[in-house]
């Protein structure tokens, strides 16, 4: 039996904190599909397949690379999961103000899909302030962003917020 794992975001960029959640991912499910929200009501940095390109090249040299699938959904992630057979959703929680939402939205995924349960994950203490959020933050100001994402995120996002500076 292959036990899989959905683990779903916006992941606009991944982040160092991403990162270590899906490495303890690993360890735990035999595969893990990471599900890249694309959501038209949301204004995100990068398109859908930037993102997924991003994260595929973040984790090419990790020997747990092959048992990762990288996809964009847009919809309910309850149908998305339904579609791929799975009834495992992976979140990360990094401090007790995610938890409220979290909480609220596994419940209410799993009042619409009872087979389905949500599994939360706490990354390493030292990423628990990293947010997508503050790093898009960091990236528009110029600063330093080595601590926070992977290189090639880093190197995407300085040119994305080159861009946009530029007009
Ligand atoms: O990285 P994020 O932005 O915190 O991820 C949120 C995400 C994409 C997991 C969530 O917004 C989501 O599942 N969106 C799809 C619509 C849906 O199914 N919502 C859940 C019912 S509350």
Do not use: C
Not at 48 to 60: A, H, K, N, Q, V
Not at 124 to 145: N, P, R
């Amino acid at each position: 039996m292959t036990r899989t794992a959905l683990y779903p975001g916006s992941f606009d960029p991944l982040t160092n904190g991403h990162l270590d959640i899906l490495q303890r991912a690993v360890q735990m499910y035999d595969k893990v599909i990471v599900t890249v929200a694309v959501n038209k009501r949301k204004s995100a940095v990068f398109t859908g397949e930037e993102r997924i390109e991003l994260i595929r090249e973040s984790i090419r040299d990790y020997d747990w690379a092959d048992r990762v699938e990288v996809e964009q959904f847009t919809g309910l992630l309850i149908d998305f999961a339904r579609k791929k057979g799975v009834t495992v959703l992976l979140r990360g929680v990094r401090q007790i103000s995610d938890f409220e939402y979290e909480f609220r939205m596994a419940l209410t995924n799993r009042r619409l899909a009872p087979e389905i349960d949500t599994v939360f994950l706490m990354p390493d203490e030292q990423l628990t302030f990293i947010s997508a959020t503050i790093v898009k933050e960091v990236a528009a100001w110029g600063g330093d962003l080595s601590s926070f994402v992977p290189d090639n995120v880093a190197d995407a996002l300085r040119k994305r917020y080159k861009e946009i500076n530029n007009g």
